[in-house]
């Protein structure tokens, strides 16, 4: 017996057809704009969504500023560590501490805080960015509060006091300035 050959494949010309495209695409619901203004491409793209609308427009020198503050970070932690009498005398100029062991639990926490910020400058997210800069910003603001309400109840004032409370209001208005940047949402063109 012969094999019966299958009948020879035809080519499906519905597809190179425009009209035919241009009804597929409609009954899938791509090519439109669609609430957002946005124009999908294909399916997937409009279930999963665009990746450039998650992109984070970076505000200049903010990178820099996660760097800077890293490094801050860093530096007081392990000065706090390793050399706590310094550091409280770098501050408030008095002969001796009582114990070392709170400035080291400070320079434990702070140590910790750092790790988040050098992670944090890898990341692209932006709630990753928003939520270290606001962390930024309420230390130095609680920093802030306390160097002053410990300089009131002595009643000194040193210059390395002061240049820490400028330091540290500067350091507030440019993490908020950050976090409200990377907050904002972009303008729509």
Request: hydrophobic residues 45%; positive net charge.
């Amino acid at each position: 017996m012969a094999a019966k050959q299958p009948p020879p494949l035809m080519k499906k010309h519905s597809q190179t057809d425009l009209v035919s495209r241009l009804k597929t695409r409609k009954i899938l619901g791509v090519g439109g704009e669609d609430d957002d203004g946005e124009v999908h491409r294909s399916k997937i793209s409009q279930v999963l969504g665009n990746e450039i609308k998650f992109a984070v427009r970076e505000p200049l020198g903010l990178r820099v500023w996660q760097f800077v503050s890293a490094i801050i970070f860093s530096g007081v932690a392990i000065m706090a560590l390793a050399f706590p009498e310094q550091l409280y005398d770098a501050v408030f100029e008095e002969e001796s501490v009582n114990s070392k062991t709170p400035i080291r639990l400070y320079g434990g926490a702070l140590l910790s805080i750092s790790l988040i910020m050098w992670n944090a400058l890898y990341t692209a997210e932006k709630v990753i960015i928003r939520w270290t800069l606001l962390t930024e910003a309420c230390y130095f603001g609680i920093q802030f509060l306390v160097t002053t309400i410990t300089l009131v109840e002595s009643g000194q004032t040193s210059t390395g006091a002061t240049l820490l409370l400028t330091s540290r209001v500067l350091f507030v208005l440019t993490s908020l300035y950050y976090y409200y940047q990377v907050g904002r949402r972009p303008k729509k063109v």
